[in-house]
């Protein structure tokens, strides 16, 4: 069988494809069903979705701590299989940016509103009520430590590994089929072209829209509790639930302005300015705060991490406090699994051209590094302020995780010019990824468009801001996290499907090469002939059928032993 794969002969992903009127019926009634409920029914809509989070928590934890390791392991072992050398495209495609751009973008990605509000605040909160079963006391600098090594343990391999796969099962279906931007077409080797194309393929995109809008909205409710408290800090604003609504509805105004102006070919251009504000909010930190501890601590605290990973990664509910897991891993696991169809989608984009090993090591490592940067840098000085007894950073954890960012910023010189800096980076990246994740369901319900029609963002991107408002009325912090697990239950699902599906193309792409395990075939065979001679007494002939059968598989071009 020929090594080299034929070129992408399938249709390319529509341009301009009209709105798929079903999907977005459906989709948009079912989105504005939950915020009428929550906005004129908030203590039936507490009590419903307190009670299912904790059937779902009682239920289903093992379901999102297993999925997630499932899709780290695949990744690791995709990247180092032969599956490795398929090139995302055509044979001959080169990748369309090169690495700097394409580490720069994918770094993008990962440095988000999420990184600004827990990059101080989570260290904090495990240093002062340390995870159970860790065994160390809190505040002390064993629980600084384990600190970091769960805040790593939730950004870095991990989620990258579910963005990963998501991202590659797009990408392979988009450059390498030519099947479109649809998550569903992904599915195509499951469901069949027809089925994929039919009902059973929208029920995946519909499932992938609503896990983008209350992934995203989670985001941009994080977004406005810190831009609302940086404002009460800064300018002694109250900060209050009037304030935070004020700053959904005028971030919303701005990004609805950027799409029907046509800035979103800004978006890179501004999110290369956010992390450049970013990297040089972390560089002022790093020189001005504990810069010795900070260098100590990233190969200490990885280290840790990569030690006590596989504990970490395969605790559930049955020996651990169900209330804390839900809390941080079992949300994080069902906020990244939201985000996926969203970052899949931007990290497939710009991956085009590049073999499967060169984007899952790049999309594992890179933003995974560079947030254990951001963790040692951002939080580690903040731990280190507190140990020392420079400030009291553990008192800021009564506040919120959003007060954290702020206080560090405080005990620094320059802190008012630098609190400002850091909530024009978190109102920015509220634009953007209303944005981007805006396109991405415009997309998902419009047979997969690249450009989708303007009103269909913006409608999409209105939708997550009034989900965002409702869900931090009816409970703030609690109501986003409880949403976003509810929401990804059934969408861990589809994940998983889809890890199958891509397999299964994968298996039967000649790109990968010939099987490595032919070794392994001729065992197997050999093994049958012997038992085969014991049972039947024929054990004189066993060498000579030996011989026969290493011969017949070097005849196949099998490396049987020789």
């Given at each position: 069988m020929s090594t080299q794969s034929p070129e992408v002969t399938g249709s390319r992903a529509p341009e301009d494809e009209a709105p798929d009127p079903p999907l977005v019926l459906i989709g948009g009634a079912a989105v504005l069903a939950v915020v009428a409920w929550a906005a004129l029914g908030k203590h039936s809509f507490e009590r419903v979705s307190t009670a299912a989070l904790g059937w779902v928590l009682s239920n289903f934890a093992w379901l999102f701590v297993t999925a997630a390791d499932v899709f780290l392991v695949l990744c690791l072992?995709?990247?180092?299989?032969?599956?490795?050398?398929i090139r995302l495209g055509a044979d001959g495609d080169q990748p369309e940016f090169g690495n700097l751009a394409w580490i720069a973008m994918m770094f993008s990605a990962g440095m988000g509103i999420g990184l600004m509000f827990y990059g101080v605040g989570e260290p904090l909160q495990h240093f002062v009520t340390p995870p159970p079963g860790s065994g160390v006391s809190a505040g002390s600098p064993a629980a600084a430590r384990t600190a970091l090594e769960y805040s790593f343990f939730h950004w870095t391999l991990h989620p990258w590994a579910i963005y990963g796969m998501s991202g590659l099962a797009l990408a392979y279906a988009g450059f390498r089929k030519g099947r479109g931007n649809r998550l569903s077409s992904a599915f195509v080797p499951l469901l069949g072209e027809e089925r994929a194309a039919g009902w059973p393929g929208r029920v995946i995109d519909l499932l992938a829209v609503f896990a983008t809008v209350f992934g995203t909205a989670t985001s941009l409710g994080l977004g406005a509790l810190q831009v609302a408290?940086?404002?009460?800090?800064?300018?002694?604003?109250?900060?209050?639930t009037a304030l935070e609504l004020v700053i959904i509805a005028?971030?919303?105004?701005?990004?609805?302005?950027?799409?029907?102006?046509?800035?979103?070919?800004?978006?890179?251009?501004?999110?290369?300015?956010?992390?450049?504000?970013?990297?040089?909010?972390?560089?002022?930190?790093?020189?001005?705060?504990?810069?010795?501890?900070?260098?100590?601590?990233?190969?200490?605290?990885?280290?840790?991490?990569?030690?006590?990973?596989?504990t970490m990664a395969t605790r559930t509910g049955a020996f651990t406090d169900s209330a804390w897991l839900?809390?941080?891993?079992?949300?994080?696991?069902?906020?990244?699994?939201?985000?996926a169809p969203f970052v899949g989608t931007f990290i497939a984009r710009i991956s085009r051209g590049r073999t499967i090993r060169e984007f899952l090591v790049g999309v594992l490592l890179v933003p995974s590094g560079a947030t254990v940067v951001w963790f040692c840098v951002m939080g580690g000085s903040a731990l280190r302020l507190d140990m020392t007894g420079t400030a009291d950073m553990a008192g800021t954890v009564k506040e919120g995780a959003e007060a954290s960012l702020f206080a560090l910023l405080d005990t620094l010189p320059l802190a008012t010019l630098t609190s400002w800096i850091a909530m024009a980076l978190v109102m920015t990246y509220f634009i953007t990824s209303a944005d981007s994740a805006s396109l991405v369901m415009g997309s998902l319900t419009s047979r997969g468009a690249l450009h989708p029609r303007t009103w269909l963002v913006v409608v999409w991107g209105v939708l997550m801001a009034a989900v965002a408002a409702v869900l931090l009325v009816a409970g703030g912090l609690k109501?986003?996290?409880?949403?976003?697990?509810?929401?990804?239950?059934?969408?861990?699902?589809?994940?998983?499907?889809?890890?199958?599906?891509?397999?299964?193309?994968?298996?039967?792409?000649?790109?990968?090469?010939p099987a490595r395990h032919h070794a392994l075939h001729g065992l197997r065979d050999a093994l049958r002939t012997m038992v085969g001679d014991a049972m039947t007494g024929q054990a004189p002939v066993r060498h000579h059928r030996l011989r026969r059968v290493a011969e017949s598989a070097r005849e196949r071009g099998d490396e049987g032993p020789r």
């Open positions: 072992v995709i990247a180092v299989s032969r599956f490795g050398r408290k940086g404002l009460n800090i800064t300018t002694g604003a109250k900060d209050s005028a971030l919303s105004a701005a990004f609805v302005l950027s799409a029907f102006s046509g800035l979103h070919k800004g978006v890179k251009w501004l999110s290369t300015l956010n992390i450049a504000l970013a990297a040089c909010l972390m560089v002022f930190v790093f020189l001005l705060g504990p810069t010795v501890f900070v260098l100590n601590a990233i190969p200490s605290a990885t280290g840790g991490y990569l030690s006590d990973l596989i839900g809390a941080w891993t079992v949300f994080y696991w069902a906020w990244w699994l939201s985000w109501s986003l996290q409880s949403a976003t697990i509810l929401v990804a239950l059934p969408f861990v699902l589809v994940m998983l499907a889809l890890c199958g599906s891509l397999l299964s193309e994968l298996r039967e792409d000649p790109g990968a090469g």
